[in-house]
């Protein structure tokens, strides 16, 4: 009972709205004290950058009759391929019209932050209509799970299915579905055809170290070919009890994965209370978890040392304390938002808002929350072959289309 009620308060904690971001140019838009009193960055600009407002945009509401989406890709007629946490792949017009649900998705354990998650489209879709995705499998009976990787054909045909569905990976291990939090699971696929998909740590508190371990997928950045298999050259393979698999190490629960247009893999991540992070990922790579972090964990204890730096330890780019608990991110590249080339956009489930980085030699300079007005949970978002830019909302099951106001 006491367990139970411990983890409540927790998923309360995490679900919780952050206070409305405060906008005044050139201030940072959060104002709120540290969760830890002595917490400070490693350097200039590593969190609280100045707000700066961009253009202003119009919100189309494209449909409100999604259940708890979790992401989307753009087919080449137009429609919209969204999966739901609860084990569906939907389609969507531009118009709002929802199918049906997609046959054939394998069955799904869809309990507190696990699901059907990620939708990934193979480079030569068009072609070969061949997507990935990663959903939580359950093993004996029910009681435990692993996020694993799915491959599948898509028939878009009157009556959508998935055809030729193969698992093509398995985290490792299994863990009981009380653990059903920090799960990870999007997908980035490289211009080689290669996958990179992110495991979470799947720890509650006190954090354990899995993360810092190789002899398991947690709190790992795993990189895959299409069959399934450890890529080529991947960094860790020639070590000792190593899995072949696994990229980058010391992550917490990654919900956000994307290239860049110079082919550069980015990330983001949950942190505990306090410490979300944008992280430039690069094989080989440790990224601290649990090791080095800020914030504290979620009884209030502080995590470890304590400390925020480590040699051999790799810093992120961009830190959010209080958290707004990251999921979904893009790199802007488009023609429908020119001053926003390059720029990254983060959902925001906690703070409720779509984040706007701007960088600047690799660092950020400014920051603008979007979507402050609709009071949403930010799941996705995704840049569409219009330029515009796509979100899924997660409690209220919206997709949304930004586009520049016209004056």
């Given at each position: 009972?006491?367990?139970?009620?411990?983890?409540?308060?927790?998923i309360?904690?995490?679900?919780q709205a952050?206070?409305?971001?405060?906008?005044?140019?050139?201030q940072?838009?959060?104002?709120?004290?540290?969760?830890?009193?002595?917490?400070?960055?490693?350097?200039?600009?590593?969190?609280?950058?100045?707000?700066?407002?961009?253009?202003?945009?119009?919100?189309?509401?494209?449909?409100?009759?999604?259940?708890?989406?979790?992401?989307?890709a753009?087919?080449?007629?137009?429609?919209m391929?969204?999966?739901?946490?609860?084990?569906?792949?939907?389609?969507?017009?531009?118009?709002?019209?929802?199918?049906?649900?997609?046959?054939?998705?394998?069955?799904?354990?869809?309990?507190?932050?696990?699901?059907?998650?990620?939708?990934?489209?193979d480079?030569?879709?068009?072609?070969?209509h061949?997507?990935?995705?990663t959903?939580?499998?359950?093993?004996?009976?029910?009681?435990?799970?692993?996020?694993?990787?799915?491959?599948?054909?898509?028939?878009?045909?009157?009556?959508?299915?998935?055809?030729?569905?193969?698992?093509?990976?398995?985290?490792?291990?299994?863990?009981?579905?009380?653990?059903?939090?920090?799960?990870?699971?999007?997908?980035?696929?490289?211009?080689?055809?290669?996958?990179?998909?992110?495991?979470?740590?799947?720890?509650?508190?006190?954090?354990?170290?899995?993360?810092?371990?190789?002899?398991?997928?947690?709190?790992?950045i795993?990189?895959i070919?299409?069959?399934?298999?450890?890529?080529?050259?991947?960094?860790?393979?020639?070590?000792?009890?190593?899995?072949?698999?696994?990229?980058?190490?010391?992550?917490?629960?990654?919900?956000g994965?994307?290239?860049?247009?110079?082919?550069?893999?980015?990330?983001?991540?949950?942190?505990p209370?306090?410490?979300?992070?944008?992280?430039?990922?690069?094989?080989?790579?440790?990224?601290?978890?649990p090791?080095?972090?800020?914030?504290?964990?979620?009884?209030?204890s502080?995590?470890?040392?304590?400390?925020t730096?480590?040699?051999?330890?790799?810093?992120?780019?961009?830190y959010?304390?209080?958290?707004?608990?990251?999921?979904?991110?893009?790199?802007?590249?488009?023609?429908?938002?020119?001053?926003?080339?390059?720029?990254?956009?983060v959902?925001?489930l906690r703070g409720?808002?779509?984040?706007r980085?701007?960088?600047?030699?690799?660092?950020?300079?400014?920051?603008?929350?979007?979507l402050?007005?609709?009071?949403?949970?930010?799941r996705?978002?995704?840049?569409?072959?219009?330029?515009?830019?796509?979100?899924?909302?997660?409690?209220?099951?919206?997709?949304?289309?930004?586009?520049?106001?016209?004056?």
């Amino acid at each position: 009972m006491v367990l139970a009620a411990a983890a409540t308060v927790v998923i309360l904690a995490q679900r919780q709205a952050a206070p409305a971001p405060r906008m005044v140019p050139g201030q940072p838009i959060e104002t709120r004290p540290p969760e830890k009193p002595d917490d400070k960055p490693a350097f200039p600009g590593q969190t609280r950058a100045p707000y700066q407002p961009g253009v202003p945009i119009d919100v189309t509401v494209i449909t409100d009759k999604l259940e708890l989406p979790w992401s989307l890709a753009f087919l080449p007629d137009g429609r919209m391929l969204v999966t739901e946490k609860r084990g569906a792949m939907l389609l969507v017009d531009p118009k709002g019209n929802v199918s049906g649900p997609v046959a054939g998705v394998p069955p799904v354990l869809s309990s507190g932050q696990v699901g059907l998650l990620d939708v990934a489209l193979d480079n030569d879709f068009q072609t070969n209509h061949r997507l990935f995705f990663t959903f939580s499998e359950p093993v004996h009976d029910g009681a435990d799970f692993h996020i694993a990787v799915g491959r599948a054909t898509l028939d878009q045909s009157a009556t959508p299915a998935l055809e030729d569905v193969k698992v093509i990976f398995r985290a490792v291990p299994d863990l009981s579905r009380r653990r059903s939090a920090n799960s990870g699971g999007r997908i980035a696929i490289a211009r080689d055809d290669t996958l990179f998909v992110t495991i979470g740590d799947r720890s509650s508190s006190p954090p354990w170290d899995r993360a810092q371990q190789l002899d398991n997928h947690l709190g790992k950045i795993v990189h895959i070919t299409a069959e399934g298999a450890a890529a080529p050259g991947n960094p860790f393979a020639s070590r000792a009890g190593a899995l072949p698999e696994i990229w980058s190490i010391g992550h917490r629960t990654e919900e956000g994965l994307t290239f860049d247009a110079n082919g550069q893999l980015w990330e983001t991540e949950h942190g505990p209370r306090g410490g979300d992070e944008l992280n430039r990922i690069d094989g080989g790579r440790n990224y601290g978890w649990p090791v080095i972090v800020h914030g504290i964990d979620y009884p209030g204890s502080q995590i470890g040392e304590g400390i925020t730096e480590k040699a051999n330890m790799e810093q992120a780019v961009y830190y959010w304390d209080p958290v707004i608990a990251p999921s979904g991110l893009a790199v802007y590249h488009g023609s429908l938002f020119p001053g926003w080339e390059g720029n990254i956009l983060v959902g925001a489930l906690r703070g409720q808002h779509l984040s706007r980085l701007t960088l600047k030699d690799g660092r950020v300079v400014s920051e603008e929350p979007l979507l402050v007005d609709q009071h949403s949970r930010i799941r996705d978002v995704r840049v569409g072959p219009d330029g515009a830019v796509y979100v899924l909302t997660d409690t209220d099951g919206k997709l949304l289309m930004l586009r520049p106001k016209i004056r």
